[in-house]
């Protein structure tokens, strides 16, 4: 029988946002922390880039998904925990798209339009005004760390899929056939 | 024709041309603003300065004999951030220790059209100073005039930002300059 996998393309996207994600969430710690240089504004800069293309690639991959439905989850698994499984990514979803727009929009009220690559120009939704860019730093921060625990329970859950259930929950997201 | 009349005549000349000689000495600091637009990793990045002044002899109808002293204070920087602003007052940017003040003082104003004129003059900054040009649009209204124009400023003539600032991949060398004074007739 031929076991259901995720398309080609849903797990190219799935790997390739996981590594871009982790390392935005890496980069923003560590530039935040910066002394004010030249290194800590072409960070900055790159670090917006890279969270455009983030959201691009998010929007690319809710509109594959609407074509491309995942493959059911596995029939062992109770109603209470499908659920919990569908809020969990429900979740990652929603943070995937509110952390570069908060993103965007803080550097808006900051006063610091984002220039994509520095050619295109993304318009800014907000004026500038330091109390709103404030409070979307703050914003910004706690959909990262709110993020971090969603997706520690993410991997955590795809181990015990693999582990404990051993069932192919975790094997269908794999690059590689494994049996 | 009686003395009586060529006196008015004379008189009424006079104060014609006194009307149009009104000379502009100051400006009106709250009604006054300077810009300044700079490009950081390609994005355009507004800043402003606060606390400037300027001393003014001009008479739109006798710009050759134009002079304006402009004093400039630069710690009065917003340069788009509370760590741009830290940044900028140290040593490597306008070490305002040192240099409190930007200056420039004309050498000549010539007309260009009409309500359209050009000042060059010496501009200080850092403890350099460098040849500037200027357009600007001179708008009477009154006794009181607007006043606006821009220039680009070269940061690297006047050491501003040096070291680790000194290439211009992060922060561009042109800096665009926009002024707008309100200035005042003397009375």
Redesign the interface.
Known sequence: MQKARYTLTAIAIHWGMAILLIALFVVGLYMHELK???LK??I??WHKWAGVTAFILVMLRLAWRLKHRPPALPWTMSKMTKLGANIGHGMLYLLMIAIPLSGWLMSSA??????YF??LPIPDLLS?DKAIGDALEAVHMILNYSMAAILVGHIGAAIKHHVVDKDDVLRRMLPWRAS | MNIKVWASVIGGLMLASGAQATEFTSIQNDKSSLHFVYK???????GSFNKFNAQLAFDPSKPANAKVDFELNLASIDA??D??N??VSGKSWFNTKVYPKATFASTAVKQLAANRYEVSGKMTIKGRTQMITAPFTFTPQGNTAKVDGSFVLKRSEFAIGEG??A?F???ANEIQINFHFLANASK
Not at chain 1, 110 to 115: A, I, P, R, S, Y
Not at chain 2, 40 to 46: A, F, L, T
Request: aromatic share 12%; glycine share 14%; charged share 20%.
């Open positions: 004010f240089s030249p504004l072409q900055y800069a900051k006063g610091f339009q984002t220039v520095g050619v500038k | 950081q990793m390609g994005v355009p990045v507004d788009g951030s760590e741009a830290d940044e680790m600032w290439d991949g992060t922060v």
